[in-house]
Every structure is written in C-alpha cells, then in structure tokens.
Nanobody, 114 residues
Framework: QVQLVESGGGLVQAGGSLRLACAVS????????MAWYRQAPGKQRELVAE???????SYADSVKGRFTISRDNAKNTVYLQMNSLGPEDTAVYYC????????WGQGTQVTVSS
C-alpha cells in the first residue's frame, strides 16, 4: 500500500519561498513518474508539476519559472521548491504517483499573504 506524507507548508509573505517534501512508502519512486497537485478553496485539484522516472519535468503554466520539482530516489522523497510565491498559490498541496489510483495523503497547507 502506497503512503504519501507531505510536509513543509506554512504561512509565507508574497515573494517568499517554501520547500515542500513528500515522503513515500510502499513503492520505490525511482520506477514511477511523480507529481505535485494543489487544491485551492472552492476550486478543483490541479496538477502543478510532474517528474518522470528519468528525471524529465513539466509544469503548469501558472508556476513555470517559479517552482521546481525534484526527487531523491535514495530517500524515496519528492520535493517542490516554490519561489516568488503569490496569494494565488494559496492551496493545499499534495503529491501522488502519476496515473495511479493511490489514496491521497493529507496534504500540506500553503498560505501566502499579500
């Protein structure tokens, strides 16, 4: 059973940075594409960033150039470095294996004040 534990969220001022981490157990992430998603209040969950098993990355247009997804296969952990944060980035952030029906973790709240 895959378990996903997100951490690193918090309250930050606009223009600030945060680094999220997602500790994964139950699978070896080196074999899979992993992704970060977010859900803002009243909105649908959206894909933010993805990293393939080979290390290729892709981003939503809204975060391109500001967010960086990475992975540490030895630690079985996926990261999301978020810079130049704005109020529009306020959301609960989740990580998940791409294209698999794993149970979502609890997420980590990111709140950006203006």
């Amino acid at each position: 059973q895959v378990q996903l534990v997100e951490s690193g969220g918090g309250l930050v001022q606009a223009g600030g940075s945060l680094r999220l981490a997602c500790a994964v157990s139950g699978i070896r992430i080196s074999y899979y594409a992993m992704a970060w998603y977010r859900q803002a209040p009243g909105k649908q969950r959206e894909l933010v960033a993805e990293i393939t098993s080979g290390g290729g990355t892709s981003y939503a247009d809204s975060v391109k150039g500001r967010f960086t997804i990475s992975r540490d296969n030895a630690k079985n952990t996926v990261y999301l470095q978020m810079n130049s944060l704005g109020p529009e980035d306020t959301a609960v952030y989740y990580c998940k294996r791409r294209r698999y029906g794993d149970t979502w973790g609890q997420g980590t709240q990111v709140t950006v004040s203006s």
